[in-house]
């Protein structure tokens, strides 16, 4: 789809766009202070109100953005489908007492958990990367749980336990890899989740710390300077909501896509 291009073509520039910039993301350019986008110096996106240059911090923003958001989403998806998976498959009680502590971690307001984590152990972004993850996986568990409670119903699945497989090796080789089609749809709207929070997050100072910028504390800034030099919020916000349009539409398309055969049928 043209979601996807505009996706690999932003993912491409994030990687790769700085290489063609005489600037780094730490420079200071103290003749250009807070200068408007002009080819002046090849400050293509303007530079910010120390004379940094946009375009290359704008991309280094975006690079670290999606790094924690497919890592924490990884992070995520690993609790979520182990969790899930073994809530599914033994069911009974084991099932009940699981999916209780789900219910009571759902009904907290996580983002205060997260926030409790920074302030605790410190701002730094692998911090960042385990305390989205861990507090990700609770809708993941919720729908792996769901497929795999369908999946042991199965006559394989039968075939298996007569074959004298334990429930860790049922678990592992029958009932996960059955579930790849969700978890991946599931997983491709997960990411776009994690970077509007992390976005969220550093906006609020409680994520990225200088001299790391990440597209939220890029558009914090920018908001900060937004009469004055409008530019400095304007080019990652917009960045930032043309990437997670992008991300949402593949998500739904992948996940019309796999539920075709199901309406077919």
Known sequence: TGAAWVIGLLVLLALLGGLVSP????????????????????????????????????????????????????VSVGIGVTYGAICGYLGGRVDQAMMRIVEILSGLPLIFFVIFLTVILGRSVLLLFAAIGAVGWLTMARIVRGQAMSIRQREYIDAA????STPLRIILVHVVPNLLGPVIVYATLTVPQVVLFESFLSFLGLGVQEPQASLGTLIAEGAAEMESASWMLLIPGAYLTLLLLCLNLVGDGLRDALDEPTHAG
Request: glycine letters at 12%; charged letters at 20%.
């Open 23 to 74: 600037h780094d993301a730490e420079r200071l350019d103290w003749s250009h202070i807070a200068t408007a986008p002009t080819l002046a110096q090849a400050h293509w996106f303007g530079t910010d109100r120390l004379g940094r240059d946009l375009f290359v911090r704008t991309l280094a923003g975006a690079r670290l953005s999606l790094g924690i958001g497919l890592i924490a989403t990884a």
């Open 161 to 164: 336990r007569l074959g004298g």
